[in-house]
């Protein structure tokens, strides 16, 4: 299965019994204005993935970035809950694009689960082509005993002992201002890790919000493949939306680069590591 799936696509299948669906909506501002969404209105079928209580683990403050991965036992346990095989479609969406779905598509194939794919253009783009919408919550799953754990991993990570600018290209995610310092509307320290580069997600995307073409991709993210030396790294506030770049980075049939989980919400949390901003 393609790591993307268009919505025409998806209504001819939706209801196939080995696709499962999930709602990924999310707020950073308001961590419960997702589920109220969910709650509003879904894709038939839909079961809700929240990312703080599902999709990360709880955030330590001074140590840790604001959304760790879960522990990879307890997220097996979680991918089993929802009663996921290999055998199963795995879909995801959200509202902006797939920025907070694909974590959800990362975080499976961090487990080996190669059957996922973002809804291209999200919950704009079902209802666009004409999908439904039902706020009945679906009822769970069988639980699954499949064993996760014996698969390999088909996406990688990277600790922030191991980030090194002088070996690696790091993309971060954010917006320009919050990268050039301008602005940190989240974090206690505004501006970049020394030697980055600036590759916001919201440039993978069309005036549709939907992702962009491969070529178009492949253009974006030249800067980072001008030096093919060096191991390419995604990183943005709290490992989220740098997982977006990933997509995007496969769909442009460039070679997967590994995630900075903590990004620069761990960065900050030691005051001797460096920091860069625009002016510097």
């Not at 939706?14 to 308001?30: P, T, Y």
């Not at 253009?121 to 499949?146: F, H, K, M, N, V």
Request: a negative charge; hydrophobic letters at 40%.
């Amino acid at each position: 299965m393609n790591d993307l799936v268009n919505a025409d696509e998806l209504l001819k299948s939706a209801a196939e019994d080995n696709i499962v669906l999930f709602d990924c909506r999310f707020s950073l501002m308001d961590s419960e204005a997702g589920k109220a969404a969910y709650k509003e209105g879904h894709i038939p079928g839909a079961i809700y993935s929240d990312l703080n209580k599902q999709l990360s683990s709880p955030h330590i403050p001074g140590q840790t970035g604001r959304h760790p991965l879960p522990g990879r036992n307890d997220w097996i346990r979680q991918v089993q809950l929802w009663g996921i095989t290999p055998e199963c479609r795995v879909v995801v969406y959200d509202d902006v694009g797939g920025v907070f779905a694909s974590r959800l598509w990362w975080l499976l194939r961090w487990v080996g689960h190669a059957n996922v794919a973002v809804l291209n253009g999200g919950w704009q783009a079902w209802l666009a082509a004409g999908g439904e919408s039902e706020t009945q919550i679906p009822e769970a799953r069988l639980a699954s005993d499949y064993d996760y754990s014996a698969l390999q991993a088909l996406s990688l990570t990277i600790d922030v002992a191991n980030i090194d600018s002088s070996k690696q290209v790091l993309l971060d995610a954010r917006e320009q201002k919050r990268f050039d310092g301008d602005m940190e509307p989240i974090d206690p320290v505004a501006g970049h890790i020394p030697g980055a580069l600036c590759s916001p997600t919201s440039e993978n995307l069309d005036d549709d919000g939907k992702i962009k073409p491969a070529a178009e991709l492949r253009e974006k993210f030249a800067p980072a493949l001008a030096e093919n030396q060096k191991e390419v790294v995604c990183y943005c506030g709290s490992g989220v939306s740098a997982a977006h770049n990933i997509l995007a980075m496969r769909i442009a049939g460039i070679e997967e680069p590994s995630l900075y989980v903590g990004s620069w919400s761990e960065w900050v949390t030691d005051p001797a590591r460096p920091i860069a901003t625009k002016a510097e």
